[in-house]
């Protein structure tokens, strides 16, 4: 849609524009989107219409067509210096000959192709993020997983290791290229813009030289009102000097000025007549391929969002699983999350919380609103997990299957390798640890020691065995190795019980 200015606050940034219809739309300086040009009292603008809201504001091109304010005559002691104005031959041959017609440069499909090249070729060379296990929604946490980012490498610098960072860059590349996906498929108009016409060569020489022409317009304009000004004082002062000596030079020198006035309103008429010429040339070309490319844009564009997505929340997923683990060795971040009263394992879940704890929900602005909807979907993909680690690979699986049919909301995974089992306590979070007094290769003693060194969250400790008690960890319960499967499940599911109450 095109309107003008009616009003605009510049402290505030606020402002409205009137249509030809004498519709009043309000606007943003955030919604504008033109470098060259700042929103002005009268400035003619063309700008997309959508939900109520105006946005990617830019200056029409017919914004210099405007007549430009006349200022004050001063007098002159010196003859005023007049433009030379070239003919429109001379003009042509720095915009180009007229056309009758745009040639394509690129076709629709090529020109579709191209742009949906380039995002196939990001999610191509990423193909591997496919094949992580996890996926955070990146489009909910992005916000608040750079804000993380950001407050834990201020704490610690050294837990952005070259990884974190390889990590992180790509995935602002990435969300860089969805970025640009939404903004075209949510604005048609720009995508016709940007994807297809910044293709066609002729089409932009055309319009290229219609700029030109209304800027080579505008200047005439102002020197048309300046020597019509001359022009009016000079023929005061011709009919005043009409017998005296001077008359003969006043005539002389208001008939050449008179002249000069003559070329610049002929060459105005012709611009002004390439210029409607060009422009009509550009609307027929735009109008003629419009319909067609959001078409066919459209359906190119539902192919490649589901995977873009999917890139962006498995690298979400990476991102915060890689920082988190790095916080768990930090000194630093240990003391800090201590200081602050942030206990038990360090997550986004857990750092959310923290957060959300100190706000008033019944004063909560909108985008505080939005991080406690954030919380309810992380809390809906944590889970718990049973970790068990004994000494023989038959006990192994019978615990396990006899455990897994408590709840199939919790994970169950039983060990008889103990650095394998460390290896996973550190990446879930074990709530049940059951455990013989002796393993393979070390005894429980020493293997709660690791256990403490390396992972934050506290589990309750079933202990299959004779021993009573452990110098690191209090042991919830203490069972004969006799027991059965069935028996050690039950008290497991007890300690879960007992854990939610």
């Known amino acids: 849609m095109t309107g003008k200015i009616l009003c605009f606050n510049a402290n505030e940034g606020l402002g409205t524009i009137i249509t030809a219809a004498k519709d009043k739309i309000n606007f943003s300086v955030q919604d504008w989107d033109d470098f060259e040009n700042m929103p002005t009292l009268g400035l003619v603008v063309s700008f997309f219409y959508d939900?109520?809201?105006?946005?990617?504001?830019?200056?029409?091109?017919?914004?210099?067509m405007q007549t430009p304010v006349e200022e004050p005559y001063e007098a002159f002691e010196d003859e005023p210096e007049i433009e030379i104005v070239e003919n429109i031959e001379e003009f042509e041959e720095e915009i180009g000959t007229r056309e009758s017609s745009v040639t394509l440069t690129l076709n629709l499909s090529n020109a579709v192709s191209n742009y949906f090249n380039i995002i196939r070729e990001n999610i191509n060379k990423r193909e591997s993020y496919k094949k992580?296990?996890?996926?955070?929604?990146?489009l909910l946490i992005r916000r608040f997983l750079w804000t993380t980012f950001n407050n834990l490498s201020e704490i610690d610098l050294h837990i952005i290791t070259p990884k974190v960072k390889a990590l992180s860059d790509d995935l602002k590349s990435m969300a860089n290229v969805y970025d640009d996906f939404m903004r075209k498929t949510k604005y048609p108009p720009l995508a016709y813009e940007e994807v297809f016409l910044s293709c066609q060569a002729e089409y932009l020489k055309i319009r290229e030289g219609a700029q030109k022409t209304i800027a080579r317009l505008n200047q005439l304009k102002g020197s048309e009102q300046h020597v019509g000004t001359i022009l009016k004082i000079k023929k005061e002062e011709l009919d005043k000097h009409i017998k005296s000596e001077e008359f003969e030079l006043l005539?002389?020198?208001?008939?050449?000025?008179?002249?000069?006035?003559?070329?610049?309103?002929?060459?105005m008429a012709e611009l002004d007549e390439r210029y409607k010429h060009d422009m009509e040339l550009l609307i027929n070309f735009e109008k003629e391929y419009r319909k067609d490319f959001y078409e066919l844009f459209?359906?190119?564009?539902?192919?490649?969002?589901?995977?873009?997505?999917?890139?962006?929340?498995?690298?979400?997923?990476?991102?915060?699983?890689?920082?988190?683990?790095?916080?768990?060795?930090?000194?630093?971040?240990?003391?800090h999350f201590h200081k602050a009263g942030i206990n038990g394992e360090f997550n986004t879940t857990a750092y959310l919380k923290y957060f959300l704890d100190t706000q008033d929900k019944n004063k909560i602005t909108q985008e505080t609103k939005k991080l406690f909807e954030l919380y309810d979907y992380l809390a809906s993909l944590h889970k718990d997990y049973i970790m068990i680690v004994v000494s023989e690979f038959d006990d192994a699986i019978e615990y396990e299957l006899s455990v897994k049919q408590l709840d199939k909301a919790y994970e169950v995974k039983a060990f008889i390798d103990e650095k394998k089992a460390l290896k996973w306590a550190i990446k879930h979070s074990v709530q049940v640890l059951v455990i013989e007094d002796r393993l393979d290769k070390m005894g429980v003693d020493s293997f709660l020691k690791y256990y403490k060194r390396h992972i934050l969250v506290i589990p309750k400790i079933i202990l299959l065995g004779t021993s009573k008690?452990?110098?690191?960890?209090?042991?919830s319960k203490l069972l004969s190795k006799d027991s059965s499967s069935r028996f050690i499940a039950q008290n497991v599911k007890e300690l879960l019980l007992g854990s939610n109450s």
């Open 51 to 64: 939900e109520l809201n105006a946005s990617l504001i830019t200056a029409s091109v017919e914004t210099s």
């Open 132 to 138: 992580v296990e996890g996926r955070l929604n990146y």
């Open 251 to 267: 005539k002389n020198e208001f008939k050449s000025l008179n002249g000069a006035y003559v070329d610049i309103v002929h060459m």
């Open 298 to 335: 459209s359906v190119a564009a539902v192919k490649y969002k589901k995977n873009i997505v999917d890139i962006l929340s498995a690298q979400a997923f990476m991102l915060d699983n890689m920082l988190w683990q790095q916080a768990k060795h930090s000194k630093a971040l240990k003391a």
């Open 469 to 475: 008690s452990s110098e690191v960890y209090t042991i």
